[in-house]
């Protein structure tokens, strides 16, 4: 604070305490005034009123009321009037007796040591009354009712009475006859001051304002020199003055600013030196500042790149580029770490190893680049519907995990850590299952792909990389050989069948050197006239050791060996040699159909058929091509005009297998086909569900009516047959009739009406 608001300050206060002084002598006095005002009224209305003595001494209760009445309205402070004997003994009363004494000891208490004659004012609490206690209390005020008759005398008569009142000088001595007890509550002699304390705080707030306005102006004047004297400071300290300052003011203050125009002087040589100084030290910060920037984004953009070319390192090491998933290397480095710690923390491990059933016909089909986007999607669903529990591996994640990666071609790998049992394990191989075979729409075309999966249990099956991974692929085969589209846990007995396996796939590589294969043939009946209309050449393997080997176990394994052109290839000029032979010896087969894989079906294949014709000069229309609904998923017209190329060449085109593929109907209007076969699973399941049975009547109903000829194979019943015969299939073929038979057994089938008999036998149904 300074020194002007110090002396404000106390003038101000000292203002302040004589304004309260005199307010609290003023409300004090007139305090005191009005409770004195009070009481003079008080005494002076008793002593007007001499018809109290008779009242008293009558005992008059309703004159008494009247006057008390009177004393209570007279003025606000008066809260209750009571009348009292000279006992002290309550004569009659008014108002708020409530509060104040009653009793003979409270009168003692009010009269206290006065004589008897004279009135006395105490004091007492009102516990019930006040506002914080300061109006709750009560004064009472005791006035002595003094008599000319003595009230010790008895039956005094009224006209005595009027006499002494009227002639009090002829009266001797006056007698105390009785008591007025007035009580007057302190609050309301408070408030009756109210009026004066007002003017009182009026006049002393004036005074405090009028004493601080004339210090303020006094001190103002005498400190006004050294406030400029303190801005003119802090105007130097901050900078702002630079010029030498005029004064105006003599003596010491002249001295002062002298002395402050010599600082200012002084202050503005050393500024122009520091400017000079900061500017020269300025540049160089800025030169080296900009140096050092310029090397720190060198820096920057050097770590950078090396960042990212480790990155890259570790992703083409480490992942694969297709799908993003850990490749081969990160799989076996991150399993092996599992393996050990597993081992040493006694918890199992789960290896699903994961083949995609027919991936190199869809390659074939639709192309590299269309096998890739599988892929992709593959590597996607296997990501997303294994768990966090599971742990899925992708590049873009922190640390390098393995639960989904992909070793190669179409085979990935799913790791399982810290399962509680094997159960868990196909558990999340049936999932993975349950989430591939959804539908994928890869460039435009529908595709539903099947896995064949195999799991391995660490430490059971293997303790280490090579063991696990092994016992796991040796599962997944067996899963593919069983039926596809399922998955198998690994035990020791698929060894064997693993060695038997490599066997076989070494044998069948020198089956076609040796002459092994040999073509069976199944007769196609027409049941009109009992005759063979056409035969299907079934492949077989005749084994020198296992003798015959039937075709759904070689001719996936040829399929998965690439060599199914080879083997398609032999049966193709062998099922034609053969028709060549049987027209040399007279008989007539009006057709041999010979099946058509998948893998084979391309430009070369159609090439091939043209070539084999010409070498073994077999008429076209006798050789048809069964043909799978694989090979028409993909409805384009190189399909057509694939079809078209055949046909040219005069060979007929069936349709084998229909109904159990995933191609729409509509391939039946647009492709040149010839024959319809309505398949074994369909005939063999008619009376068992309805709706087997609906479907063969639909084909059939569908064939007819556009014009293409119906073969039902797989019929072994003649409840098969006669369902068959009443819906308008007459061609039939299975086991009814002949099993597969080589070309010897089939010669005498061949005669006119062979199968006549039989389906006499059989019965019209």
């Not at 004997?85 to 108002?95: E, F, N, Q």
């Not at 990212?308 to 990160?330: F, G, I, M, V």
């Not at 399922?486 to 693993?498: C, E, I, P, T």
């Amino acid at each position: 604070m300074t020194v002007a608001g110090k002396i404000n300050a106390l003038v101000i206060a000292i203002a302040a305490t004589a304004g309260c002084l005199l307010t609290a002598h003023t409300i004090q006095s007139e305090y005191r005034l009005s409770l004195d005002r009070i009481i003079e009224q008080s005494s002076a209305s008793v002593l007007s009123q001499p018809q109290l003595q008779l009242d008293i001494y009558y005992r008059d209760a309703r004159a008494l009321n009247r006057t008390l009445q009177a004393f209570i309205d007279s003025s606000p402070a008066i809260v209750f009037a009571k009348v009292l004997d000279p006992s002290g003994k309550t004569l009659a009363a008014k108002g708020d007796t409530t509060a104040g004494f009653d009793g003979p000891y409270a009168f003692s208490e009010i009269r206290r040591n006065a004589s008897p004659a004279d009135q006395t004012l105490t004091s007492h609490d009102d516990d019930g009354a006040g506002i914080l206690g300061l109006g709750g209390r009560v004064f009472d005020l005791s006035l002595p009712i003094l008599s000319l008759i003595n009230p010790l005398e008895k039956d005094v008569s009224r006209s005595t009475f009027g006499a002494a009142l009227a002639a009090p000088e002829k009266m001797g001595s006056r007698h105390v006859i009785g008591y007025m007890h007035l009580g007057i509550k302190r609050m309301e002699v408070i408030l009756a001051t109210l009026p004066a304390a007002a003017i009182a705080s009026v006049i002393a707030l004036l005074f405090v304002l009028m004493c601080a306005a004339l210090s303020i102006t006094i001190t103002r004047r005498i400190t006004a020199p050294f406030s400029r004297l303190v801005r003119l400071a802090d105007d130097i300290s901050a900078g702002k003055i630079d010029q030498a300052v005029k004064v105006e003011d003599g003596g010491e203050l002249k001295e002062i600013f002298s002395l402050l125009n010599t600082i200012i002087g002084n202050i503005n040589t050393y500024k122009t030196k520091m400017d000079v100084d900061h500017q020269l030290l300025s540049m160089k910060v800025d030169e080296r500042t900009a140096q050092l920037s310029k090397r720190n984004t060198e820096l920057n953009k050097a770590v950078k790149e090396v960042t990212e070319t480790k990155d890259r390192l570790r992703q083409l090491a480490y992942y694969d580029s297709l799908t993003s998933l850990p490749n081969r290397r990160l799989f076996t480095e991150q399993l092996d770490l599992l393996l050990r710690l597993a081992k040493r923390n006694k918890e199992m491990l789960a290896l699903v190893f994961l083949d995609l059933d027919n991936f190199k016909r869809i390659n074939d089909s639709l192309g590299h680049s269309a096998g890739d986007l599988l892929l992709r999607e593959v590597g996607k669903r296997l990501s997303a519907c294994v768990r966090d529990s599971d742990v899925v591996a992708h590049y873009v994640e922190s640390t390098a995990r393995i639960d989904v990666s992909r070793l190669g071609g179409d085979e990935f790998t799913v790791v399982l850590n810290q399962i509680d049992g094997a159960e868990s394990a196909g558990m999340v191989a049936q999932r993975l299952i349950d989430t591939l075979i959804k539908p994928m729409i890869i460039d435009g075309h529908e595709l539903v792909v099947t896995p064949s999966i195999g799991i391995a249990i660490a430490p059971q099956d293997a303790e280490d990389v090579e063991g696990l991974l092994k016992a796991a692929d040796t599962a997944m085969y067996h899963a593919k050989n069983s039926g596809k589209n399922n998955f198998l846990f690994y035990h020791s007995d698929m060894d064997a069948a693993g060695v038997d396996r490599l066997t076989l796939e070494t044998d069948l590589r020198k089956a076609i050197e040796r002459n092994e294969l040999v073509l069976y043939y199944q007769p196609q009946v027409d049941t009109l006239t009992g005759s063979v209309i056409g035969a299907e050449a079934l492949m077989r393997w005749q084994h020198p050791e296992q003798g015959l080997v039937p075709p759904f176990k070689f001719i996936p394994l040829a399929e998965e060996m690439g060599l199914i052109g080879i083997l398609g290839d032999w049966g193709l000029q062998e099922a034609c040699r053969q028709m060549i032979e049987f027209q040399g010896m007279g008989l007539d087969l009006p057709k041999v159909s010979v099946n058509v894989s998948p893998l084979q079906f391309n430009k070369a294949f159609i090439a091939r058929v043209g070539e084999v014709l010409q070498e073994t000069a077999l008429r076209p229309s006798r050789l048809e091509l069964e043909l799978t609904e694989g090979i028409m998923m993909d409805d384009t017209e190189a399909t057509i005009r694939s079809l078209e190329a055949l046909k040219d060449l005069g060979v007929s085109l069936s349709i084998d297998d229909f109904g159990t593929g995933y191609s729409s109907l509509s391939y039946l209007s647009r492709f040149p086909l010839d024959e319809l076969k309505i398949d074994r699973s369909f005939v063999i399941d008619f009376d068992k569900s309805q709706n087997d049975a609906s479907l063969i009547i639909a084909v059939i109903a569908m064939g007819r009516s556009m014009n293409l000829q119906l073969v039902a194979e797989g019929v072994e019943t003649p409840e098969q047959y006669h369902f068959l015969r009443q819906h308008g299939a007459h061609v039939i073929q299975g086991y009814l009739f002949s099993q597969p038979v080589p070309a010897k057994e089939l010669v005498p089938m061949l005669s006119p009406g062979y199968f006549r008999e039989q389906i006499s036998n059989i019965g019209p149904g």
